[in-house]
């Protein structure tokens, strides 16, 4: 089992110069994205014109498989859900309206699997536990999960920063993003605990996030 990690993530800004929203995703660069599988908002936070503003996001890299109740394309809870790590395997099952993760076995090197044995189509997510919440964060979104099918998942915490107004917290991204990235990191490599600064440049009103 690889070892467990935890990133504090701060967001600031200062007199910004006018307002904008960021838009936390892990929507890096993987073979399925957008077809298989669908990135989840993480964290929209709003940086106001005018005075001080700071948002914190907090990361643990426990990854979970959970069974996600999805309401007009929002991720707004989980049934039930199972903590597993890297190279781990779980199924997927359900008796009398009960769905039930099996406690995770040894499985296929270097990623995360869940097999759906429910005898019906469903929707599965991977995730990451949270301080204090009984349900993961969802990452990625997995839907029509066929029964006797499995979901594969190779999940690199990849956070992506986007000035984007036009999604909300837990919902499921259909489509690449219109706007590039500002900010990505592979939060393995970062810190326990960064603060990060959003300037835009009055000249271009391009933003960037430096490292405070």
């Known amino acids: 089992m690889s070892h467990l990690f935890t990133r504090n993530l701060t967001f600031e800004s200062n007199d910004l110069g006018k307002e904008a929203t960021i838009m936390l995703t892990f929507d890096a660069d993987m073979?399925?994205?957008?077809?298989?599988?669908?990135?989840?908002?993480?964290?929209?936070s709003t940086f106001g014109q005018t005075g001080p503003f700071r948002a914190h996001?907090?990361?643990?890299?426990?990854?979970?498989?959970?069974?996600?109740?999805v309401v007009?394309?929002?991720?707004?809870?989980?049934e039930t859900s199972v903590k597993i790590n890297v190279s781990e395997k779980t199924t997927l099952t359900e008796a009398n309206d009960v769905y039930h993760f099996s406690p995770p076995q040894a499985g296929a090197s270097g990623v995360l699997q869940a097999v759906n044995s429910t005898g019906d189509v469903q929707d599965i997510a991977v995730g990451f536990m949270s301080p204090g919440d009984l349900?993961?964060?969802?990452?990625?979104?997995?839907?029509?999960?066929?029964?006797?099918?499995h979901v594969t998942a190779r999940f690199t915490p990849v956070l992506r920063a986007y000035i984007t107004s036009d999604y909300q917290e837990t919902a499921i991204i259909r489509g690449a993003i219109?706007?590039?990235?500002?900010w990505s990191h592979?939060?393995?490599?970062?810190?326990?605990?960064?603060?990060?600064?959003?300037?835009?440049?009055?000249?271009?009103?391009?933003?960037?996030?430096?490292?405070?």
């Open 178 to 182: 219109d706007t590039p990235a500002i």
């Open 72 to 78: 007009d394309g929002n991720i707004i809870d989980a």
């Open 31 to 44: 073979e399925g994205l957008y077809k298989d599988f669908f990135p989840v908002v993480w964290k929209v």
């Open 135 to 149: 349900m993961p964060k969802p990452a990625l979104y997995f839907n029509g999960v066929g029964d006797g099918s």
């Open 186 to 212: 592979d939060l393995a490599g970062l810190a326990q605990s960064t603060t990060w600064t959003i300037k835009r440049d009055a000249a271009s009103g391009h933003y960037t996030i430096v490292q405070s």
């Open 57 to 69: 996001a907090t990361y643990t890299s426990q990854l979970a498989f959970s069974k996600p109740q």
